[in-house]
């Protein structure tokens, strides 16, 4: 399922694409991708869609907000993870409630553990769902980088 987020977010989503999700399906089925990856993929981005609809601004806002994992969440986002989200959070890229949708839509892929690479991808998601595009830049050279990510 995260290689069709992935191919739809590259391809369609962060390109700034128009279509719609028939169109998108057929696409998908196309590039190879089977319908129950599509179907959860779909429905991960809807999911991402209404936690984005219903964020609050106050709650944006709150920089004094302390993050504590779960043992379910530390299970599933290794130490890596957690520090590039306590960085990005640190470098005031993410906000607070950004944070929570990231963290919530990697508890939501299927995977048993998510990689470094899956978590930059999902915070890139949420950044550009946040209409944050300077942000989402700046994950976006973190991702495709080669090197550390260093603040200037």
Not at 51 to 61: E, G, K, L, N, V
Not at 107 to 112: F, I, K, S
Request: overall charge negative; aromatic content about 10%.
């Amino acid at each position: 399922m995260f290689e069709v987020l992935v191919y739809l977010f590259e391809n369609y989503i962060g390109a700034g694409v128009p279509t719609d999700e028939r169109t998108l399906v057929r696409a998908l089925h196309e590039a190879g991708f089977d319908n129950e990856d599509i179907n959860k993929a779909f429905n991960w981005l809807n999911d991402l869609e209404a936690m984005a609809d219903r964020a609050s601004t106050q709650a944006a806002a709150d920089r004094a907000a302390y993050r504590i994992y779960s043992l379910e969440e530390t299970k599933k986002i290794g130490a890596d993870s957690r520090s590039f989200l306590l960085f990005l959070e640190q470098a005031n890229v993410l906000n607070p409630l950004e944070r929570e949708v990231v963290i919530d839509r990697l508890m939501a892929l299927p995977d048993r553990e998510v990689s470094l690479e899956q978590t930059k991808w999902i915070a890139l998601m949420v950044l550009w769902r946040h209409g944050k595009v300077r942000d989402y830049l700046f994950v976006e050279d973190a991702l495709f980088s080669n090197g550390r990510t260093v603040l200037h």
